[in-house]
């Protein structure tokens, strides 16, 4: 285990150690900060995407040069 790895377990712990009241509070003030809330929000779409399927990249450029318009 890493140290960033430890460091977030201790404050996993501790997180799901507080009582309901003390974890809202916690939360709110994560999400009150744009730059946090986002980077959560990008957290949370990625762990949703990961065990979805998958494509090579080029693939992808591929299908969107296809479909973009010819300029």
């Known amino acids: 285990m890493t ?3 430890a460091t977030a377990e ?3 712990t ?3 150690g507080l009582a309901p009241e003390a974890r809202r ?3 709110t003030r994560l999400v009150r900060d744009r730059a ?3 980077d959560l ?3 949370a779409r990625i762990e949703d995407r990961r065990a979805g ?3 090579p990249f080029r693939e992808y450029l591929a ?3 296809r479909r973009s318009p010819a300029s």
């Open 3 to 5: 140290r960033a790895e």
């Open 10 to 12: 201790v404050f996993w």
């Open 14 to 16: 501790a997180f799901r």
């Open 25 to 27: 509070q916690v939360l």
């Open 36 to 38: 946090l809330r986002n």
């Open 41 to 43: 929000m990008d957290a």
């Open 53 to 55: 399927p998958v494509r």
């Open 63 to 65: 299908q969107r040069r």
